[in-house]
């Protein structure tokens, strides 16, 4: 295989960036959805909070996909999206009801449940 | 019938028992209910007693009959399986022989309460699980008894349990119960780890090879003994017998005199050879025997409560039995089982028939006089005293001798010791006797007019058990006094294994006959002397202990004419063993009591801290969760190993 | 790809709870309730008796997704017995007018596919949606009482925490992808093993195996992940909780077992460390936290959060004998919980709860749970306090109750690695724990209350008595059930 | 000093596509902060959306198309119009939520911070190889090859998430449902 293949072959992403800055990268937004997750009292921040952490994996996967030109990586991730699609139906299910009971969905109030 | 059978049969018919009478509680009616609960053990000891001919005809060899195949655990089988051979028949024997005979006493002490049918439902399984406890053949089958009689007492104890100090009474019992089970069971999983199987005979064919004081027998044995301890009411674990006495008497004389108490023993004696190879751990044994022996003693002294004064005698026997094992005379700690199994449980049921009598009084300084009105009590009483005291010809003498006299060949300090405990053993018996069946009576009119014998259920039993107690000592009399140790020669094949793995241990230097019977009437004299001396205090001087709350001063007592000898008693000997033996029993308690409390007080703040974190905000769940994903990661990963 | 129809055929547990899950839904169009209960029950035996047709075999399904053999299937069949004897203490739903019952008995039969995938799974894609379909099944039961506040705020936090560990999941699911470069069992088992061997950094593989295994603890409530259970368990339909406290336990144990023995026993030395602090921790907060609990069911909660304690001692003393033990455990756990819920709803419906206790209307919680509404139980209804004398007794793993044998074969599994101290700390706490479950027992049998005779409907009767029978008889003879092993 | 030095010489070396992947991570990375600190829930949702957008935009350098299209037709199309929706219907505004006390906030971020550094410092060693040029499959991310995996290798998975949809349709419907007496928000 000639160099000049490879290159037009092979995304140039992959060519200059090592998969080690996937890596970090992907960490550093799945930890910034687990402190959204922490810092926040809304239910529903909370829950995209939960979407950022579940996108930060999908990136790792392609991105491992990709560099090892294994599609199975891919097919994994659409599994997610769709998961979280039907995970998503059901939260906001979930929080409408309690919106309805209540009138808000701050998670602090919902605190009757304890020790 | 064949052996197979009946060793099915013993603890069935009990269980039947427990059954009929538990599911049908509130509906059979009240006067079969004695019939059933009574039917089962009877049964059983019949049973035994075919079982024994079966025995005897086999000449006397192990019969092993599996009933199914249990339970596999990895590589591990383990049969249900019963074992029969001398130890076994002895313990069935008095299992179900004075279990019928409390049964019996029962249906007349209870048959006025509430809770009848229950009570003798808890009492016929209580006996199904003690059978279950001397008949298994493993390891496993003997802690499923155990903790079940341990269950069934829990239950007894705080069958009148309107009363809170009856429930914190079983509750105490429980705890410390569990502090010996999680020894013992401890010691069943080292078992298995080190000898892959739980069978008895098994485990003991691998040991014989080992080397003496080899650590992992230790181990084996201190977690077993821990177990014992919790059981069989050894410091520091014997507060709880005393207190077990809130229970119904019947109960006090089967579970926490005659039977369930003396498993610990039974379990040391079951696995002598283990024991035979550990002398260090026997060393540790008769220590603590000792201690308990003489400390519990010490507190009878003191005690006016009838029953607690029984119940200390016990834990003081208990220590002898001890320290008999501990000197490894198996033997004689088996021989004392069964004497004590006899004038003991006498004891407290003619305890039983008094506080009948008394309408539920216990307090010995509102009894006396009882002689007269009850005749029958007083007499089996006196003889069940007797026994105990160690005063020849009857039971008890023979017994304890025994143990002193291995105790002699094995230490002379603990020999002495031992004469101490014997003479302050034979001295509240006989204060207990006379204070409550001699002199004036001291109770109210209302008692007074009450006052009856009992029943013939109740007294039946009394007089069996009071003729067991006169003959129960001739069935190991020692050859210095022309007698065959039948006994002895029974339980000789028992300790074969033990005697070829560390044949150091049996070879002590036999006494001399001379020697033996100058120990005998030494130790018979200081029983009689303590005897006399509690007849002087007592009957001749009609001395009373002081209510607890009064404190008698001494021109009070001038007044009242009583004697200097009694002051000189009350100076010399009651002030400081009562000053002692409360040193004692508040250390003890104390030390009981901070643990108890520690651990009461560390899983309350613990659980404090616990529900604190379970605050009901999502946030800070999800903050310790995080926070122990860090302290995870921080811990599992930041060290010299990954990095290196 | 061809399919071949042995395929097909055994994954009839699988179709058959899928199809009849649906069905339940038109049926739900009937204005009759009548048939709902007796089909849901139909279903699960028609289920039950397919899930052993291939006794004795093992396959591999689909391309190694799948993996059936005995111990699978012996977890199907208690998750499945679970769900039956649940469903069968169903039988007020039909009465209740704010209750759905066709989709919650659908929406169990869907969920009993993805516990049955997680028992199974061979490609970490099929735990995940396993995970996942239970999961939201729960979600959903766990808010089922619409209108009652605690069931709400118990559906929102098992929603927001179950999806907050999914994400964990996902994300050591993905570093394990990363490092090993499949989704396969056995793929990252090798990788594991010829890594181990070789010596090379596997930095990434642990932090994965990590990641995974406490997305994993999470739902099996072991702590200190366990902060959800108590309130969702508490705030839960009791009928759900029963539900959730034994099928989804089971199931999360089946796949952790599963992960453990192929995968990552390869790493033992690197996670047992962890695991025995997790199981430790387990211990010590599940009972040490039930002692102090008012409300039985909330003590049920926290007597979960222990029995998992339990469950993680056998793990960590991963051994051939593990599994066995973990199947008998699940079974017993799962036979006296169901019991002990059967009675408690029985008894929590005959004491509506005065909503004035709980302050404003929506907070109205329906029933009182507490231990006095057990006061005096025994006297009129002796059945039902055998019965729940009998789960109690074996949840303390009292002798000749099924729960001893679970904690016996447990604590030998774990003997045999040598982890003595574990031991000693789980033999200690199951004798706290003896003291809260014969909380119940003492009230039942020894206090005084005012209690009627409550009438139970025959077939709720025979379920509870099976329960009993069956706990006994496994206590009895447990080779019983060990001989299927 | 060393690591920063080969990086700043790689960083020289980089085509468009190299300079993209640092420009579009470090949008993603401040929108996803600003998803997480905003005040007002709609101005969340709308950095989340942005968010999105430029993950697409890493998996399209990433040649992976298929789910780079997925990713806006479900993530930004779906989900986030469902979040929208939801956030609109119940009419949530800004400063709705009291914010949580700083000490808790402080606390969270502090402990999240350690477990980024944590993390970093263990990927940071961690090896986790890199292409092969020999065998690297350019048509990976395609329709055509995920298609064939997903429909073979995948096919049990695939049917068996249509139950998950089952349950979530029958639950958000039995859940969502207004009941009688039911306010109408």
Partial sequence: MQPNDVAVNIPEVIQQIPLNYYLIFSTALFVIGIIGVLTRRNAIIIFMSIELMLNAVNTLLIAFSSYRSDPTGQVFVFFIMAVAAAEVSVGLAIIVMIYRNIRTIDVGVLNKLKW | MSPHLLCILIPLLPLLGFVVNGLGFRKVPTSLVGIVGLAGPVLAFLCVCLLWGNFHAGNDAVIKTTLFDWISVGEMHINFSFQIDQLTMLMLGIVTGIGSLIHLYSIGYMNHDEGYGKFMAFLNLFLFFMLLLVLGSNFVIMFIGWEGVGLCSYLLIGFWNTNTSYNNAARKAFVMNRIGDLGFLLGIFTIMTTFGSVEYTDVFEQVVGMDVNAPVILTITLLLFVGAMGKSAQIPLFTWLPDAMAGPTPVSALIHAATMVTAGIYMVVRANVLFSMAPLTLDIIGGIAIATALLAASIGLLQNDIKKVLAYSTVSQLGYMFLGLGAAAYTAGMFHVITHAFFKALLFLGAGSVIHAMSNEQDIRNMGGLRKSLPITYWTFLVGTIAIAGIPPFAGFFSKDEILAHVYEHSKVLWALGLLGSAMTSFYMFRLLFLTFFGEFRGTDEQKHHLHESPLSMTLPLLVLAVLSVVGGFMNVPEVLGGHSVLAEFMSPLFDQARQANPALFEANALDHGTELMLMSISAGVAIVMAVVAYVMYVRNAAVPAPDSQVRSLPQQVVYGKYYIDDFYDRLIVRPVRGLGDAFYSLGEFVIDAVVGGVAWSVRSSAGVFRRAQSGSIGLYVLLMVLSITLFIALRFFNWKVFN | ?485 | ?185
């Fill in chain 3, 1 to 485: 790809m061809t399919f071949q129809t042995y395929d097909c055929l055994q994954m009839l547990p699988i179709i058959l709870l899928s199809l009849s899950g649906i069905a339940l839904l038109f049926l739900g169009f009937q204005k009759s309730r009548a048939l709902l209960l007796p089909a849901t029950l139909l279903f699960l035996v028609i289920a039950f008796v397919a899930n052993f047709l291939d006794w004795g075999k093992t396959y591999m399904y689909f391309r190694d997704m799948l993996l059936v053999n005995n111990l699978a299937m012996i977890f199907t069949g208690v998750v499945l017995l679970s769900t039956f004897m649940v469903v069968s203490l169903s039988g007020s739903l039909a009465d209740d007018e704010d209750a759905q019952p066709a989709e919650y008995y659908a929406i169990l039969l869907f969920s009993l596919v993805g516990a049955i995938m997680m028992i199974g799974f061979e490609n970490l894609i099929m735990l995940f949606v396993g995970v996942e379909i239970l999961s939201v099944a729960m979600y959903i039961l766990t808010g089922s009482d619409k209108r009652n506040l605690r069931s709400n705020e118990a559906a929102l936090k098992y929603f927001l925490m179950g999806a907050f560990a999914t994400g964990i999941l996902l994300f050591g699911i993905a570093l394990l992808y990363g490092a090993t470069g499949s989704f396969v069992l056995s793929g990252i088992g090798n990788y594991a093993h010829s890594a181990t061997n070789a010596g090379g950094s596997m930095l990434l593989f642990y932090v994965g195996m990590f990641m995974l295994l406490i997305g994993m603890l999470f739902k099996v409530s072991a702590a200190p992940f366990h902060f959800w259970t108590p309130d969702v368990y508490d705030g839960a339909p009791s009928l759900f909780t029963a539900y959730m406290s034994t099928v989804v336990k089971t199931a999360g144990f089946a796949a952790l077992l599963r992960i453990l023995s192929v995968s990552f026993s390869g790493v033992y030395d690197f996670w047992w460390v962890a695991m025995a602090v997790v199981t430790v921790l387990t211990l010590l907060i599940g009972n040490i936290t039930a002692v102090y609990q008012a409300s039985f069911k909330r003590m049920m909660a926290y007597s979960s959060i222990s029995h998992a304690g339990y469950l993680l001692i056998g793990l960590v003393g991963l051994s051939q004998a593990s599994k066995p033990a973990i199947a008998f455990y699940s079974l017993a756990y799962s036979l006296s919980t169901i019991a002990a819920f059967g009675v408690l709803m029985l008894v929590a419906r005959n004491r509506p709860l005065n909503a004035a206790v709980f302050g404003d209307q929506t907070t109205l919680a329906r029933t009182d749970e507490h231990y006095d509404a057990f006061n005096g139980l025994a006297r009129k209804n002796p059945l039902l306090g055998f019965v729940m004398a009998v789960s109690m007794l074996s949840l303390a793993g009292i002798p000749l109750t099924a729960g001893f044998w679970g904690k016996f074969m447990v604590f030998s599994a774990a003997a045999d690695r040598g982890a003595v101290w574990l031991l000693v700390v789980a033999v200690l706490m199951s004798a706290v724990g003896i003291y809260y479950y014969f909380r119940v027992v003492i009230a039942m049998y020894f206090r005084e209350g005012q209690t009627d005779t409550i009438r139970v409907a025959p077939f709720y009767r025979i379920v509870l008595i099976a329960a009993t029978v069956l706990t006994l008889a496994l206590g009895l003879l447990p080779n019983l059930f060990q001989g299927l092993i």
């Fill in chain 4, 1 to 185: 000093m060393n690591q920063f030095n080969t990086f700043l010489a790689s960083f020289k070396n980089l085509t468009t596509a190299g300079y993209l992947f640092y420009g579009l991570g470090l949008i993603t990375l401040i929108s996803a902060i600003s998803v997480v600190t905003a005040k007002n829930p709609i101005h969340s949702v709308l950095a989340l959306i942005f968010t999105f957008f430029c993950l697409t935009g890493h998996y399209m350098l990433l040649n992976a198309q298929f789910l780079a299209i997925v990713n806006i037709i479900v993530y930004a199309g779906a989900i986030m119009v469902l979040f929208l929706f939801a956030i609109m219907f119940l009419n949530l505004k800004e400063e709705d939520e009291e914010a949580k006390t700083n000490v808790t906030k402080m606390a969270a971020v502090i402990v999240g911070g350690v477990l980024m550094v944590l993390l970093l410092s263990i990927f940071n060693y961690a090896p986790v190889g890199t292409y092969n040029p020999a065998s690297f499959d350019a048509k990976t991310g395609l329709v055509e090859r995920l298609g064939i995996v997903l429909y073979s290798d995948y096919i049990l998975p695939f049917e068996l998430a249509s139950i998950l949809f089952l349950v979530a349709m029958v639950g958000a419907v039995m859940l969502g449902k207004r009941e009688a007496g039911d306010p109408h928000f």
